[in-house]
């Protein structure tokens, strides 16, 4: 009879405990967990009138400490928190598949992070304010760029050829699907050949550097100062002979860029 009893005051007083308290407020939102002075603060969950559901630490009802934040939309984003934003280590991820894992500063991606797209494709790099920020760890200057093509295409990796590319606003997965399969072509010998050299040459009067389609003109985020000439040669048992790829190079802040026109909307 005691050992009844001790369950039955265990399963009264213990499990609402464990559970925490509930709030239920006018805009239909609710919370579920530990409760200081009427308002959540330590471990719980918020869910939101439009689906959205925040599980995790609070701090005097602002999200702040380690938490995840479901969308209803099916996006998701797991980390820390400060202040209602995210703030430091986490990871966020699309759903459609996209996936950034980093440093975040208010909400935003800032710091050292990658972000790979649902295709394959990814940037690895420093971010400010959501923005990729390539200067600091990007070729300085057009030398340092032609060396870091030249390693890149020994080694046979094209996500490193992908990380000279500015791409200003074109993050998204179709652009960085049409300039690898650009790339990709460079790098198969079987097509192009040997390298032979790489060089960054003036702008020619016949150079293209944007297009027009539907009344809209394209053009790259950075106006381009001269092309990455890369030159390979080709020879088989019974002839000899080169082939070229042009890419456009702007310079930014010092630092020098391939930079690419974007797609059509």
């Known amino acids: 009879m005691n050992r009844l009893l001790g369950i039955v005051w265990f399963c009264v007083f213990l499990v609402p405990c464990a559970y ?21 603060h330590g471990q719980g969950t918020y869910t939101f009138a439009n689906g959205d559901k925040y599980v995790g630490k609070f701090n005097s009802l602002s999200f702040h400490g380690q938490g995840s934040y479901f969308y209803a939309s099916g996006n998701k984003y797991v980390g820390e928190w400060k202040d209602d934003k995210q703030n430091g280590q986490g990871t966020f991820t699309w759903a459609n598949g996209d996936e950034y894992v980093g440093e975040f500063k208010e ?29 600091e760890d990007h070729p300085r200057s057009k030398q340092e760029l032609i060396d870091a093509y030249k390693q890149a295409h020994a080694s046979g990796e094209v996500e490193a050829v992908l990380a000279l590319v500015h791409w200003g606003e074109n993050e998204g997965e179709e652009d960085h699907s049409h300039v690898r399969s650009l790339l990709e072509f460079d790098f198969d010998p079987a097509v192009v050949g040997e390298l032979q050299k790489v060089t960054i040459e003036p702008l020619k009067p016949d150079s293209i550097i944007e297009y027009e389609k539907d009344g809209k003109t394209y053009r790259p985020p950075l106006p381009p100062i001269g092309e990455l000439v890369i030159t390979f040669k080709i020879k088989t048992n019974t002839y000899s002979a080169t082939s070229t790829t042009q890419l456009l190079v702007a310079e930014k802040d010092g630092g020098h860029y391939i930079v690419f026109a974007p797609l059509p909307d």
């Open 20 to 40: 925490g308290e509930t709030i239920t407020y006018d805009d239909g939102s609710s919370y579920v967990g530990d409760v200081s002075n009427g308002v959540p």
């Open 107 to 135: 909400g935003n991606r800032h710091g050292q992070g990658t972000l790979t797209w649902a295709g394959g494709n990814k940037y690895v790099g420093k971010w400010k304010d959501g923005k990729q920020l390539l200067n």
